[in-house]
């Protein structure tokens, strides 16, 4: 029998092993770590224990969105909320520096960043390079609401998310429209039946819950753990912004129903009070934001943007309404400053405060309602000037939205169906001229009168 030579097959063991080491190595490169999540190492000078592996990600991400020109800036809300509270210590200049990775190695599943839709058109060569450097990405979208009307319902697509996801780590990337109203919108994030809900920790994704509405962002340059970063000028101020930013749309859908039961007034005089009722909201709108002031539809102009999407022809009025909280004791000068006199003033700031101007020579005025907000339901209040009666208009308790309404970028009661139930009653589809304030109301109740030596100070005609 011949002697087996030892060296030999120690050699071919040893050969062997190499070449599976270096299957094993390339199967792990290009399959197990673009699909599971490549494992990065520490960054220098990095925390103890602190993963760094999220920070590369983001690295990646922006340096992908560079390379194709794609601006973006950072909105999410937890890493906004810290850098707003190290702002000052940030550099807006140079990149290196910073040695701790204080940001984006925060111990999360997700990061949020968003881009402006007319800074930039989706390239089929942006996706591919994502994938060639190891991101799965998916599109949510959905139909543009822009092109809804009366006249069109339409029904084409635009994309409003973006998931990238790698390494364990997913960049939720909003894009956000430009609207009439002047401001900025984002959709929400509904997955249609076919997508993989598994491929995101989607409830947990901040943006995309309901669509939302923004003033347009003034943005900063900013080095963070040693990336230049876009975000909002002011993180504060968008972080307060994002908390209040919930959109409705109009029910196109359902005013055109409403239409077809019940024509439009064409008529000259309902075309040129709709004119000058549009105008009015424009300005009461820019008076009240230039001092701060909240405020929504209320009464009749708020049944006319949930039921027809218009402003109702016969309602002779634009009507407003603001938590007295909100009320400002120069609300009056200013509206006077507009060219809007005082028409009335009822009631006083502890009860019952009603405003009315009048737009100028014109016969249209506006109604500024104050609520008051009780534990468990909110009211307004009414005075009968030659009575003194007082009446009390009472609300299930009601969050604001914002929506769009005459080219106007306006807040309504999220709850728009039980506000307007409790201020018309069930069948406030039908169209209802002839109406009285202190009786045709369902939510309407006395309050009392009153006392004549207040008269002077609660019952103000001019």
């Known amino acids: 029998m011949q002697r087996i030579n030892k060296n030999l097959v120690l050699g071919l063991l040893t050969l062997t092993s190499s070449v599976f080491l270096l299957f094993q190595l390339y199967y792990y490169k290009y399959y197990l770590s673009p699909k599971n999540g490549a494992v990065f190492p520490k960054i220098k000078g990095s925390k103890v224990g602190q993963d760094s592996s999220r920070w590369y990600v983001v690295r990646k991400f922006l340096s992908l969105m560079s390379s194709h020109n794609i601006a973006v800036h950072l909105i999410d809300p937890l890493l906004l909320s810290l850098i707003d509270a190290d702002l000052g210590q940030l550099s807006s200049s140079t990149e290196g520096g910073q040695s701790e990775c204080k940001y984006f190695c925060v111990p999360r ?53 973006y998931i990238f996801r790698l390494a364990a780590h997913v960049i939720h990337l909003v894009v956000f429209y430009e609207r ?8 929400p994030l509904r997955l249609k039946p076919h997508m993989d809900r598994k ?42 912004e994002s908390v209040n930013s919930r959109f409705v749309e109009c029910r196109y859908r359902e005013a055109r129903s409403f239409f077809q039961v019940y ?31 909240r405020f929504w539809l209320s009464s009749g102009t708020c049944l006319g943007w949930y039921r027809q999407c218009n402003i109702i022809p016969y309602s002779k009025d634009v009507d407003l309404g603001i938590f007295i909280q909100d009320y400002k004791p120069d609300m009056i000068p200013a509206f006077q400053k507009a060219g809007l006199p005082l028409k009335h003033k009822f009631g006083k700031v502890e009860d019952s405060l009603e405003l009315s101007f009048q737009a100028g020579g014109d016969d249209v005025k506006l109604d500024i309602f104050f609520f008051y907000e009780e534990d468990d339901y909110t009211w307004n209040g009414g005075t009968q000037a030659k009575s003194g009666k007082k009446f009390k208009y009472l609300f299930p308790k009601f969050s604001l939205c914002w929506t769009e309404f005459i080219e106007l970028r306006v807040r309504v009661p999220c709850e728009t169906l039980s506000y307007i139930e409790a201020n018309y009653g069930k069948d406030w589809k039908l169209p209802v001229k002839e109406w009285d304030w202190k009786n045709s109301p369902p939510n309407v109740q006395p309050n009392g009168v009153w006392p004549i030596d207040e008269w002077e100070e609660v019952i103000q005609l001019y």
């Open 109 to 161: 599943d997700y990061t949020t960043f968003a881009l402006l839709d007319k800074a930039w058109k989706p390239e089929v060569g942006l996706f591919r390079e994502a994938e060639r450097v190891g991101f799965q990405w998916l599109k949510v979208q959905s139909k543009d609401p822009r092109l809804e009307g009366m006249e069109d319902l339409s029904g084409t697509e635009i994309a409003l998310h």
């Open 199 to 240: 491929f995101a920790p989607f409830r947990k994704l901040q943006f995309g819950r309901y669509p939302g509405a923004y003033d347009r962002i003034e943005l900063l340059n900013v080095s963070i753990d040693g990336l230049m970063v876009q975000i909002p000028k002011d993180p504060s101020k968008f972080l307060e």
């Open 263 to 293: 024509p439009d007034d064409a008529s000259l005089d309902a075309v040129e009070f709709r004119k000058k009722a549009k105008v009015l909201l424009h300005l009461a709108a820019l008076t009240l934001n230039s001092l701060g002031v």
């Open 180 to 187: 009439s109203g002047n401001y900025l919108w984002h959709g």
